[in-house]
């Protein structure tokens, strides 16, 4: 049987985005959150290999005590169970972090592991660095932006795009991949998968002192990016009132704003023949 890791992350909805503008972290206690989309497509792979093989799912994330929403759906999707870690010292990671602290439970918990799958990347930063890190820790081969998987025995073979060229790969288990969007379209969640998700013993949570983390070495050894600054982009938005008639309302609003909708026509408005025939 192989067993299967799927790395989730939830996300703050694109609408809510609060920022800590001393720390330049996100505020995501304050957010709504969604699994991000990319790793969706990952647990469609996975739960698609459960099908065709003989397969076993875990699925893990990191995040405040909301985070384990995730989790829940995607056993209520078809993983078999939930790894949570879930510390106070965890809030702020950035990915360095982040790929350690998942490797580490990976580690720990599911140390006879196949295949991992990632998403290729989350909405909310779009570094795409936690897969490849995580393969980095766990020196395991890996490769991103995969849009199909088959198995053959202990060898796997992904095909991808990248750079306008597809490549065909080939490696053994254990192994990552991150997957990408163009394949594994996610599936709807299924009544009778409800009552799995809120089943005792499928989802359990870790937090810094079972991965054996302290805040002295979360400190020393765990985030190296530094912002410098976050800020949101305000857009000014003016209300204009064109007054008269209907032939002179639209001979104003060509005359101010011509170069601005001039290139959505695809052509110059002046070189329109408006004579008459």
């Known amino acids: 049987m192989l067993n299967l890791i799927v790395c989730l992350k939830q ?7 609060p920022w800590d503008e001393k720390t330049g972290t996100l505020r995501r206690d304050l957010a709504s959150g969604q699994m991000n989309l ?13 099908e ?15 985070a384990q929403e995730v989790l829940r759906e995607a056993v209520a999707l078809g993983a078999d169970r939930g790894i949570h870690l879930c510390d106070r010292i965890f809030a702020g990671s950035d990915t360095y972090a982040t790929s350690l602290l998942l490797a580490k439970a990976i580690k720990k918990e599911c140390a006879d592991y196949n295949l991992i799958l990632c998403g290729s990347y989350t909405s909310d930063s779009e570094t795409a660095q936690v897969g ?17 998987l088959e198995i053959n025995g202990r060898t796997l073979r992904v095909r991808r795009l990248v750079d306008n060229f597809r490549e065909t790969l080939e490696m053994e288990f254990p192994a990552l991949v991150t997957v990408s969007l163009e394949k594994y379209q996610p599936r709807y969640t299924a009544l009778a998968g409800l009552e799995n998700a809120f089943a005792s013993g499928n989802i359990i949570s870790l ?71």
């Open 11 to 17: 996300v703050p909805m694109v609408t809510e985005l």
């Open 132 to 148: 490849p890190q995580i393969a980095e820790e766990l020196a395991i081969p890996a490769a991103a932006y995969i849009e199909k």
């Open 52 to 66: 065709q093989y003989m397969a076993n799912i875990t699925a893990v994330t990191m995040g405040p005590p909301a």
């Open 207 to 277: 937090n810094a002192r079972d991965l054996g983390i302290s805040s002295a070495s979360m400190a020393a050894d765990g985030s190296r990016t530094q912002v410098r600054n976050v800020f949101l982009r305000k857009e000014k938005k003016e209300n204009v009132v064109l007054k008269g008639t209907a032939a002179n309302v639209v001979n104003e609003f060509l005359n101010k704003y011509e170069s601005k909708i001039s290139w959505a026509i695809g052509k110059d408005i002046e070189e329109e023949d408006h004579g008459d025939e």
């Open 38 to 50: 990319a790793c969706l497509h990952a647990l469609e792979a996975a739960l698609q290999i459960k």
